[in-house]
């Protein structure tokens, strides 16, 4: 069968039948407790990579692993098109998340299992199932790719993926495409057909406030001596009006979302928030959550509630999360996280702040050729659905860094993850149709791909 009678029909059809085959994929690697921050787990990671790198090999990729800088097995691979053809790049990660407590997963963790049509497992959506999805398109596409193809398949992303950023730069070539896809995103619902177009940076800092030599009664000292707790909270307050939005002084905050827009009834239910609670902002759920910066206080250092005296605190942490949107450079952000804390901070206590990451924030730029191919091949493998472009709160530093050092390609963000996946979470899952439908859109494009001639 020659490419030009390779239909989206005959795709779909071979993709059908595949699908048990993604299942068993799927179940192999979710069996990996690859969890790069756990050392325990170091023969887990590697054993992943090893599986990845055999089945891409098994597609005809010249697939190798390499141990990068902080210790993480990234697989990268190539395998030729026609001659003169375009090259895509198909980006996934191993590496997951630690399941957490295993008492609130209704199966374990690292077993794939199916309950009411959607199969559950650590990694499931995030980020194994768009391995899953990547193979299962290459398999559908057989010997008929319009494309050269290569492979990027990385092991510590969850905790920040410096491995193979640092490989980006220092071997550019193993990632020279004319359209990159990073398969580490998904729709918006099920089955509404989504691209990725924005991603907010990332600026984590501990901030630690101390006014006391020692912890003193609270009875004794109470009312005058300088609580370094309180202190904190006051400062952490600040950092948010009584509408919800972030006031860090310096940082613009009133930026507005061009595409996709949930009604904050949808972004509830999104969220899982609870009856009562509000959505907060003075922009709609898609300008707060894609367009415009927000802190978090993501942990506390102070006694619990089961273990505390009657003390009044010397000193006080917290760990802060702030988020920003393109144009925004986080170390500019950081500074000025700084100053407003320090401005707000009450009582001349002692402020000491400890950087801990930072991810700069992406845009695409959804107008170039592939990516007008790559619209159009999602838009028919979701029976002729309109895209949709949505943002993402969260932040794959990789984008930047393949765009700073690839400046050329195009890059696309897609994947399995939807709303329902919860990842990162108890219980995550991938919904099969999900997996279905991104590997049509990738075969699609893959067997179809003409010149990018701008």
Not at 57 to 77: C, K, M, N, R, Y
Not at 126 to 137: F, P, S, Y
Not at 166 to 176: A, N
Request: with cysteine.
């Amino acid at each position: 069968m020659s490419p030009v009678e390779l239909t989206p029909d005959t795709l779909s059809s071979r993709v059908d039948e595949l699908m048990d085959r993604a299942r068993a994929d799927l179940a192999e690697l979710v069996a990996f407790p690859s969890i790069h921050i756990d050392h325990d787990r170091v023969p887990a990671s590697r054993s992943s990579a090893e599986w990845v790198a055999a089945a891409f090999t098994d597609l005809g990729f010249d697939a190798e692993v390499i141990i990068t800088s902080d210790g993480s097995p990234a697989v990268v691979g190539h395998r030729a098109g026609p001659e003169g053809s375009p090259t895509v790049a198909l980006y996934s990660h191993h590496d997951v998340q630690p399941a957490g407590d295993e008492n609130l997963w209704d199966s374990p963790p690292f077993e794939l299992v199916e309950r009411g049509g959607r199969w559950y497992g650590r990694g499931s959506a995030d980020c194994k199932g768009n391995i899953v999805a990547h193979l299962t398109a290459l398999r559908a596409v057989g010997d008929e790719l319009a494309c050269n193809v290569r492979l990027i398949i990385e092991g510590s992303e969850e905790a920040g993926g410096e491995g193979l950023d640092e490989l980006v730069r220092t071997r550019p070539e193993l990632f020279d495409a004319d359209l990159i896809l990073i398969g580490d995103t998904g729709n918006i619902a099920v089955g509404i057909p989504t691209l990725t177009t924005s991603l907010r940076g990332v600026v984590n800092v501990k901030v630690t406030v101390s006014a006391l030599a020692n912890g003193v009664h609270s009875g004794g000292a109470g009312g005058p001596a300088p609580d370094a707790m309180a202190a904190l909270i006051a400062g952490l307050a600040s950092l948010r009006n009584d509408r919800g939005d972030t006031t860090i002084e310096g940082l613009r905050a009133d930026q507005k979302w061009e595409g996709f827009a949930f009604t904050a009834e949808q972004f509830q239910e999104t969220v899982g928030a609870l009856p009562g609670t509000e959505v907060l902002g003075s922009g709609s759920p898609a300008d707060m959550a894609w367009s415009r910066p927000a802190v978090t206080v993501i942990g506390v250092d102070a006694p619990s509630t089961a273990e505390c005296a009657a003390a009044i605190m010397p000193s006080a942490a917290a760990m802060l999360n702030l988020r920003v949107p393109p144009g925004t450079d986080p170390r500019e952000a950081y500074e000025l996280l700084v100053a407003h804390l320090r401005k707000h901070i009450p009582w001349g206590c002692h402020v000491e702040f400890e950087p801990d990451a930072f991810g700069g924030p992406f845009s695409a730029d959804p107008s170039g050729p592939a990516y007008q191919q790559l619209i159009d091949a999602m838009s028919t493998a979701y029976a002729g659905l309109p895209v949709q472009f949505s943002g993402q709160g969260g932040s794959i530093p990789l984008c930047t860094v393949l765009a700073e050092t690839v400046p050329r390609a195009e890059i696309a963000l897609l994947g399995v993850e939807e709303p329902l996946c919860a990842i990162h979470a108890p219980n995550e899952s991938v919904d099969p149709g999900e997996l279905r439908r991104t590997a049509l859109t990738e075969a699609i494009l893959l067997s179809s791909l003409r010149s990018l001639s701008r």
